[in-house]
């Protein structure tokens, strides 16, 4: 009998502070780790919908999308469009979004209307059946965040390399504890990602060197350099690996996603064994 396949990972994409390349790595490497055979559903939680745009998701396509998902309980499976990249899928936001707050102000579970939507996904065995689950949050901490991360197994960090880095990378530990300690107790960092990164700058190395010394193998060996290729991809509906695979960016990401399952792989590892030896004892 077929060993039956786990639950998909959720990984909220997220960084409170904009511009740090967060809806950049959600495409690409959603579509890396569609290229090394997993199956991807990537959530656009962002009100500007850049991740639905980046994936070639025009507008007037956006039939269903997150935000009849989370309002009237429209499955996700009947939102998830499915990309020009085998094995991605993607649920699109629109401007709707952006007054959810509004909509759920009253409304019961109002911080778990995305957990609830992916675990009745979990359940629908035959749909889509994701094993990663990408959620890409917008550059603010309000209700899509913390419903973003009330969902999520773990949180994936993009970090631009920049002088205020650090000061925003604090300040978001801070909200995964609050979002960890009232709503989510399973939420942790699954990982920094260095995005941006100038080997001509100092300041990048600097940077690197202050989070990788701070944060150590919490930072990916990974990092992603600034690269004008992954910026023109956006304009023409197209994840950088499928604009142009060989371009340092594209080379990068595919790195990341390999990295990520190494990581994920060695999780699940320690996981079992630690099972393992409580039900022994």
């Known amino acids: 009998m077929p060993r039956e396949a786990p639950p998909p990972r959720v990984l909220a994409v997220a960084n409170q502070k904009g511009g740090v ?5 959600a495409i690409n490497l959603g579509t890396a780790l569609a290229a090394v055979g997993e199956r991807v559903l990537l ?5 500007q919908g850049n991740a639905s745009t980046g994936l070639g998701v025009p507008r007037e396509q956006r039939r269903v999308t ?6 009237d309980g429209r499955p996700l499976h009947e939102a998830a ?3 020009a990249v085998p094995g991605l899928w993607i649920v699109p936001s629109d401007p709707d979004l952006s007054g959810i707050e509004i909509e759920l102000s009253h409304a019961d579970r109002r911080s778990y209307r995305l957990r609830d939507g992916i675990e009745k996904l979990k359940q629908l065995k035959a749909a889509i059946s ?6 890409d949050c917008p550059p603010s901490l ?10 999520a197994d773990a949180v994936l960090v993009p970090l631009q390399c920049e002088f205020f880095a650090l000061e925003g990378l604090t300040q978001l530990m801070r909200t995964v504890e609050l979002v960890r300690s009232s709503l989510n107790p399973r939420l942790e960092i699954q990982g920094i990602v260095l995005t941006m990164y100038d080997r001509r700058n100092a300041l990048s190395g600097q940077v690197e060197a202050d989070v990788r010394g701070h944060f150590g193998d919490r930072v ?14 956006p304009s023409f509906g197209k994840p950088a690996l499928i604009y142009d695979l060989k371009c340092a960016g594209s080379q990068a990401y595919l790195r990341l996603a390999r990295e990520l399952v190494r990581r994920e792989k060695k999780r ?14």
């Open 142 to 151: 309000n209700l899509l965040t913390v419903n973003a991360m009330s969902a």
């Open 66 to 71: 997150i935000y009849d998902a989370m309002v």
């Open 130 to 135: 994701p094993t990663y689950v990408l959620i």
């Open 81 to 83: 469009v499915a990309t």
């Open 268 to 281: 699940r590892r320690e996981q079992q064994v630690l099972e393992k030896a409580k039900q022994d004892v």
């Open 43 to 47: 959530i656009d939680m962002d009100p």
């Open 220 to 233: 990916y060996e990974t990092v992603i350099p600034r690269n004008v290729r992954v910026s023109e991809a």
């Open 21 to 25: 390349g967060k809806t950049t790595t």
